[in-house]
């Protein structure tokens, strides 16, 4: 009988597991553009530390000109992401509500502006942790897109969220 349980927990589908992350409806990329925005929840009444000085083994890293990286404190350490509807290449899509805990949340700006925010959130009463940017692609404040992993800083590879065209440097 427990060669029957262990052959169905290998040949399971791993589908009928509890889902870590965002759930969107039909299943896609894991880059969405909401041209409404996206909610930044843990900001409302959080605070910012920083920019940081930031070295990878006593050198700064090899980030576009003018990126910095700040911490935000969230007042609540509860990330609530409602509903929504969102168009994504001609489809209408949708994300699920969802509760996630914030870890940790990070702001990155360019010049002194904020460009990104990068979550690194936990599922309530699941092993399971993930992070999510979501950036403001024109510079108006709008942050239009959410992309699934982030860039959360905890990693010896620094890599700072993608650069929109209106905070790259001309040279």
């Known amino acids: 009988m427990k060669a029957v349980w262990a052959t169905l927990f290998l040949v399971w589908p791993i589908s009928v597991f509890p889902q870590c992350g965002f759930m969107v409806k039909p299943v896609s990329a894991t880059a969405w553009y909401r041209r409404d925005g996206w909610q930044l929840p843990g900001l409302d009444g959080a605070k910012v530390k920083g920019p940081y000085k930031v070295s990878v083994n006593g050198n700064p890293p090899a980030w576009p000109r003018g990126v910095t990286l700040s911490e935000v404190i969230a007042k609540h350490k509860r990330a609530n992401f409602p509903e929504v509807q969102f168009e994504n290449n001609g489809t209408t899509k949708r994300m699920e509500a969802a509760e996630f805990g914030i870890l940790q949340l990070w702001r990155w700006d360019i010049d002194g502006k904020p460009y990104a925010y990068s979550y690194e959130l936990a599922r309530p009463g699941l092993a399971c942790e993930f992070s999510v940017d979501i950036l403001d692609n024109?510079?108006?404040?709008?942050?239009?897109?959410?992309?699934?992993?982030?860039?959360?800083?905890?990693?010896?590879?620094?890599?700072?969220?993608?650069?929109?065209?209106?905070?790259k440097h001309k040279s």
């Open 138 to 167: 024109k510079g108006d404040g709008i942050f239009r897109i959410m992309s699934v992993p982030g860039h959360p800083p905890l990693t010896r590879n620094l890599q700072t969220p993608p650069v929109p065209e209106w905070g």
